[in-house]
């Protein structure tokens, strides 16, 4: 079976890639277009700290080229303030405004959780209820007891994506048994800081051979994230 291996950051606007990533004399306005020249997807995390527009969206399907896939951050609205309790609208709406802003160019649609946000047969259903299974559903916790069977035969059973993560203080297992692959890499053991060595990327290259896969760096406080994405990839190849 082919598979295909997308890998990406979680940021792009970085004055740390300077001289690292982009070129001294290269424009912001410019830093996009360079990292869609290196990357073919890209994890837009603005619209978990503003509910976007459409227009925002089209926006940036107009900046993408061809073929390139955005992955989208469901707003905070949602996932840390109500927490999946009374915003159906809300989550509709946030679904169908990423349908129609970016088009072919959309996979995946993030749910983060927060790490106060702790495991109970209640919040599965909850879950499982406020989804659109038209969608790449991919759900991102925070606190431990979520890393559990019951979970996940559930998430199996309704084609829901456990984010595998690699977080400060939670299991860093890499979960394949879903229908793709998706990985954060947030930095350990310095969050958003530290850079991950060549064993960590054997590792990721290893699990995602076999499935369709999300690879996105979020450690993106530094120059590490863009130097272990280009790492990656390179491995990739």
């Given at each position: 079976?082919?598979?295909?291996?997308?890998?990406?950051?979680?940021?792009?606007n970085n004055?740390f890639?300077?001289?690292?990533?982009?070129?001294?004399?290269?424009?912001?306005?410019?830093?996009?277009?360079?990292?869609?020249?290196?990357?073919?997807?890209?994890?837009?995390?603005?619209?978990?700290y503003?509910?976007?527009?459409?227009?925002?969206?089209?926006?940036?399907?107009?900046?993408?080229?061809?073929?390139?896939?955005?992955?989208?951050?469901a707003?905070?609205?949602?996932?840390?303030?109500?927490?999946?309790?009374?915003?159906?609208?809300?989550?509709?709406?946030f679904?169908?405004?990423?349908?129609?802003?970016?088009?072919?160019?959309?996979?995946?649609?993030l749910?983060?959780?927060?790490?106060?946000?702790?495991?109970?047969?209640e919040?599965?259903?909850?879950?499982?209820?406020?989804?659109?299974y038209?969608?790449?559903?991919?759900?991102?916790?925070?606190?431990?007891?979520?890393?559990?069977?019951?979970?996940?035969?559930?998430?199996?059973?309704?084609d829901?994506?456990?984010?595998?993560?690699?977080?400060?203080?939670?299991?860093?297992?890499?979960?394949?048994?879903?229908?793709?692959?998706?990985?954060r890499?947030?930095?350990?053991?310095?969050?958003?800081?530290?850079s991950?060595?060549?064993?960590?990327?054997?590792t990721?290259?290893?699990?995602?051979?076999s499935?369709?896969?999300?690879?996105?760096?979020?450690?993106?406080?530094?120059?590490a994230?863009?130097?272990?994405?280009?790492?990656?990839?390179?491995?990739?190849?």
């Amino acid at each position: 079976m082919k598979t295909n291996t997308l890998i990406g950051c979680s940021s792009f606007n970085n004055r740390f890639w300077k001289g690292v990533f982009y070129p001294e004399n290269l424009p912001s306005k410019k830093w996009f277009e360079f990292y869609c020249k290196h990357f073919d997807t890209y994890e837009f995390n603005g619209s978990f700290y503003k509910f976007p527009t459409l227009r925002i969206f089209q926006n940036w399907y107009e900046k993408a080229p061809d073929n390139f896939i955005f992955s989208v951050k469901a707003p905070k609205e949602i996932t840390h303030i109500r927490k999946f309790e009374n915003c159906n609208d809300l989550i509709t709406d946030f679904y169908e405004i990423s349908r129609a802003g970016l088009k072919e160019k959309l996979g995946c649609i993030l749910f983060q959780f927060p790490p106060s946000y702790a495991f109970s047969v209640e919040k599965l259903q909850n879950i499982i209820s406020n989804l659109n299974y038209e969608f790449k559903n991919v759900i991102e916790f925070r606190h431990q007891s979520w890393w559990n069977e019951q979970v996940w035969n559930v998430f199996r059973e309704y084609d829901i994506t456990f984010c595998s993560v690699s977080h400060p203080g939670l299991p860093e297992t890499i979960l394949k048994d879903f229908p793709l692959l998706y990985i954060r890499l947030h930095g350990v053991p310095k969050m958003f800081y530290s850079s991950y060595d060549s064993d960590k990327f054997l590792t990721i290259k290893n699990e995602t051979d076999s499935q369709n896969s999300f690879v996105y760096f979020n450690n993106t406080a530094s120059e590490a994230g863009i130097l272990n994405a280009l790492q990656l990839k390179e491995l990739s190849l």
